[in-house]
């Protein structure tokens, strides 16, 4: 008896597609097709000015109660979810390009900030989170006095 190896993306004599590639379309359109199950991650910025660093994220839609902050070990983790209006049950629609269900985002953030002091604020769509620094961490300037010898 012959030995074969199976390879999915290799279609059978039954098969019109490959298995594999029939699994990947089929995964696709429904990705796709139901607008509540598309994955999403909201765009974010992040910039330092002398006191602190600040991270805006673009969260249009999202109610603020469905968004969570949360600071541990040095990592900052933003997670929420905006929900699809289904009121009407989807139908229609002649367009969806929004993408919709939970996101997470979690960044690294240096020994430097002050993590009991962190704030949070939410306005047209823009979620801004101020990380103080610490004292030690903001720049100094210092003087130095020319003798004459």
């Known amino acids: 008896m012959a030995v074969s190896k199976y390879n999915p993306f290799f279609a059978t004599e039954v098969d019109e597609?490959?298995?594999?590639?029939?699994?990947f379309q089929d995964s696709l359109s429904r990705l796709l097709s139901e607008p509540g199950q598309r994955p999403w991650s909201p765009a974010v910025d992040?910039?330092?000015?002398?006191?602190?660093?600040i991270l805006k994220a673009d969260i249009p839609d999202v109610d603020p109660k469905n968004v969570g902050i949360q600071l541990e070990n040095g990592t900052l983790t933003l997670k929420g979810e905006r929900k699809f209006d289904s009121h009407n049950g989807g139908k229609g629609f002649h367009r969806i390009e929004r993408s919709y269900g939970s996101f997470v985002r979690a960044f690294s953030l240096p020994e430097t900030v002050e993590g009991d002091q962190v704030k949070a604020d939410y306005k047209n769509?823009?979620?801004?989170?101020?990380?103080?620094?610490?004292?030690?961490a903001k720049p100094r300037t210092i003087n130095v006095e020319i003798g004459n010898n």
């Open 125 to 136: 769509g823009v979620l801004t989170i101020k990380l103080p620094k610490k004292e030690v």
């Open 46 to 53: 992040i910039y330092e000015t002398e006191n602190e660093i």
């Open 17 to 23: 597609f490959p298995a594999g590639l029939r699994l």
